[in-house]
């Protein structure tokens, strides 16, 4: 059975943006990968043209701190270390939130899975109820958005901020 979709432009555009604000603090490049993928980008140093990494975004539609965790599907965090041990380089998660991105390397992760989905299932979805990793805000690494309009081309100036 072929999985449905369920992504739109809005999420793309909310992708773009996080990796964006996540190139610009770390100075690296991105290239988005088809929708397909099981990765969202090839991450690579701006100075050598060199791939080094991998991201993977996930967008939350609240503003950081609003809940004190964020999660990802198991199958998800599974297609990451796949990934990560098929190409060699490590794969980032990056949380897209409407005031900024939270991120972490897949290697540091470190949570708890419950079981959990939509109340309202989809028809033809296949992963509306699944396994899901929960893991607490305080575990990543902020970065502000300056203009916090989600739909905003401006990214403007970032300011890093980390629970730890």
């Known amino acids: 059975m072929r999985e449905k979709r369920y992504e739109k432009q809005i999420d793309r555009n909310r992708q773009s943006r996080a990796l964006s604000q ?3 603090e770390h100075r690296l490049g ?3 990968l088809e929708s397909l993928s099981k990765v969202d980008a ?3 140093d701006e100075k050598t043209l060199s791939e080094i990494a991998f991201a993977e975004v996930k967008g939350v539609n609240e503003s950081i701190g609003e809940k004190n965790y964020v999660r990802v599907s198991v199958r998800k965090l599974h297609h990451c270390q ?3 041990i ?3 380089r490590p794969v980032c998660i990056v949380w897209a939130f409407y005031d900024g991105i ?3 390397w897949v290697k540091d992760v470190e949570g708890s899975v419950k079981w959990l989905g939509m109340k309202k299932i989809r028809p033809g979805s296949l992963w509306d109820r699944e396994l899901m ?3 607490n ?3 990543l690494k902020f970065v502000l958005y300056e203009e916090n309009n989600v739909n905003s081309d401006n990214s403007g100036e970032s300011d890093v901020r980390t629970n730890r």
Request: hydrophobic share 40%; charged share 30%; aromatic share 20%.
């Open 22 to 24: 996540l190139c610009k």
């Open 30 to 32: 991105f290239v988005e």
């Open 42 to 44: 090839v991450l690579f």
């Open 82 to 84: 796949k990934q990560q």
């Open 86 to 88: 098929e190409e060699g």
């Open 102 to 104: 939270g991120y972490i």
């Open 133 to 135: 990793f929960y893991m």
């Open 137 to 139: 805000q305080d575990k």
